[in-house]
Every structure is written in structure tokens, then in C-alpha cells.
Nanobody, 126 residues
Framework: QVRLVESGGGLVQAGGSLRLSCQAS????????MAWFRQAPGKEREFVRA??????????HDADSVKDRFTISRDNTKNTVYLQMDSLKPEDTAVYYC????WGSGSPDEADYGYWGQGTQVTVSS
């Protein structure tokens, strides 16, 4: 069974940065499109950013709320996808989840992803 484990969350002041990691196992990582979603208290889970299975580019379906602040990248040698988050705002507070889809091409639809991690909490104080 595919396993995804997120890490790197925590408490940070507004304007600060965090880098989330998602370690994948039991899959051929380079063949999977990877994505980050987040869910704030009382809200639905929302798409953040995605990267295609080939690693040749990022999805064009970027969430407007994080454009120019969050960057997604992957290291196929480490089976890991990263989310670099800069200029954090209190409204970025949420549980962040990584997701995987075989041959994924950056879909922003969570229904397209068959594998999910357990999530990591990010809290941004004002």
C-alpha cells in the first residue's frame, strides 16, 4: 500500500517561512503526480499546488491565495515532494495534506487523488 508521510509543520509568525515535506514509499515515485491540499477549521479541503508525474513542470492550477508565495518541488531520488511556504499569513493556518495520483498531471480536484497522507498542522500567528 502506498504510504505518504508529511512533516515540517509547526507554529510560525506572520511573514515567516516553513518547508513541508512529504515522504512517499511503496510506489514508483517518479510516475506519480503529487499535490498539496489544506483544510482550515470549519472549511472544506482546498487545493494548494501540484506537480506533474514527470517533474517537468508545476500545475497551472495554482490556488490564487498562495500564488507567488508557495513553491512546490520534488526530489525523485528521495521520493519526496516539498512545499516551500514564504510570506505566511494567518489565513494560511490549516492542516496540510499531500496526495498522489499515478500519472497525475496536476489536477486541482481532490477526487482525482487516490493516496493521501495524514496531514501536518501549520499555524501562523499574527
Amino acid at each position: 500500500q502506498v504510504r505518504l508521510v508529511e512533516s515540517g509543520g509547526g507554529l510560525v509568525q506572520a511573514g515567516g517561512s516553513l518547508r513541508l515535506s512529504c515522504q512517499a514509499s511503496r510506489l514508483t515515485f517518479r510516475n506519480y503526480g503529487m499535490a498539496w491540499f489544506r483544510q482550515a477549521p470549519g472549511k472544506e479541503r482546498e487545493f494548494v499546488r501540484a506537480i506533474k508525474w514527470s517533474g517537468s513542470g508545476t500545475s497551472t492550477h495554482d490556488a490564487d491565495s498562495v500564488k507567488d508565495r508557495f513553491t512546490i518541488s520534488r526530489d525523485n531520488t528521495k521520493n519526496t515532494v516539498y512545499l516551500q511556504m514564504d510570506s505566511l499569513k494567518p489565513e494560511d493556518t490549516a492542516v496540510y495534506y499531500c496526495a498522489a495520483r499515478l500519472w497525475g498531471s496536476g489536477s486541482p480536484d481532490e477526487a482525482d487523488y487516490g493516496y493521501w497522507g495524514q496531514g501536518t498542522q501549520v499555524t501562523v500567528s499574527s
